[in-house]
């Protein structure tokens, strides 16, 4: 089986894949603590094995995209200590199928392009991914499959904690469907200012996309925090994926076999 490891800021995205390049077996996510050690990123993984009744030696193949970069090297110890192998990790030296049209291909986080070749993948046309994750990206691609640039704003978690942060009298609360657009309490109202907002963001930000790539670009929100803004957004969204990192990870691994 293949592992597939998307490591992001706030939560670590991981799942297995069979020997037949097939569906996703199974997924989970744990908080990313920067601090862990290639021993309790190990544990961790052997105890979610262990959940469906898999272990190390069913894990043939490993492969991990990373915006911390100190982990990536945990990681990587931890699959040579306890699966026997070398990671695959998604930098600048691997190959993605996809030429990257940036002033400096290097600065495209490993996420975004993962995400990038999993869109055009599945459209194969102009795409673009909005990642609703500890920021929020828009990741353009042309019709020819070339990975154009991208827009980056705060996600809905910093905004939230900012708030608490700076205004005295405002609390801290949990992310979640707004009852009403016009709150009736502090939460409510900071509720359907996050859900309402935000969904305002990406309605005109893919307009204007829409104006410069063309009106058939197709759209997909991925990330965990996506739930809460996609019933809201008034424009056309084609499709929903939280999986998609990791199917961006099984093409890439694909893609880097048999040199």
Not at 50 to 69: E, K, W, Y
Request: hydrophobic fraction near 40%; include cysteine; aromatic fraction near 6%.
């Amino acid at each position: 089986m293949l592992l597939a490891v998307d490591v992001g800021n706030t939560q670590t995205h991981f799942g297995v894949f069979p020997d037949d390049g097939s569906a996703l077996t199974e997924d989970w996510r744990f908080a990313t603590v920067r601090e862990s050690t290639r021993d309790q990123l190990g544990a961790a993984l052997s105890n979610l094995l262990a959940l469906r009744g898999l272990g190390f030696d069913h894990i043939d193949a490993s492969i991990v995209s990373s915006t911390v970069p100190q982990l990536s090297e945990q990681w990587t110890s931890m699959a040579e200590r306890y699966l026997g192998h070398n990671m695959l990790v998604v930098g600048p030296s691997i190959r993605t199928g996809m030429p990257i049209r940036m002033d400096n291909p290097h600065e495209v986080g490993a996420d975004r392009l993962v995400n990038s070749v999993a869109a055009y993948e599945r459209f194969k046309s102009s795409c673009v991914v909005v990642d609703f994750g500890t920021a929020i990206t828009y990741d353009a691609v042309s019709a020819a499959g070339e990975y154009l640039g991208g827009i980056i704003t705060p996600g809905a978690e910093i905004s939230i904690d900012a708030l608490y942060e700076r205004a005295a009298k405002l609390p801290k609360v949990e992310l979640a469907e707004p009852r009403s657009l016009i709150g009736k309490s502090t939460v409510d109202a900071i509720r359907s200012g996050i859900a309402f907002g935000y969904a305002g963001q990406v309605e005109g930000i893919l307009r204007r996309l829409r104006a410069e790539l063309g009106d058939d670009l197709k759209v997909i929100l991925t990330g965990g925090l996506a739930r809460v803004v996609v019933p809201h957004v008034r424009e056309t969204i084609d499709e929903v994926d939280d999986l998609l990192t990791l199917t961006g990870l099984r093409l890439i691994w694909e893609r880097n076999q048999g040199d």
